[in-house]
């Protein structure tokens, strides 16, 4: 899934979310990158979890 543009009536203009490419690690990732990867994720959850609740209003 991939939410499109929406509104901001603070700054009043158009929001475009950011390219989000999952990269999947390699066998030999260290464990900050792993780590790093997981906190990507769920950054990218939450952002979609927000964009969903303003869009509802």
Known sequence: MT???WYDP???R???PREFH???PSPHAS???VLEMQR???IQRIWRLLVDCC???
């Open 14 to 16: 158009w929001i475009a």
């Open 55 to 57: 869009a509802s209003k």
């Open 31 to 33: 464990e900050n990158h």
């Open 10 to 12: 603070i700054s009043e």
């Open 40 to 42: 990507s994720i769920e």
């Open 22 to 24: 999952v990269v999947a």
């Open 3 to 5: 939410p499109g543009k």
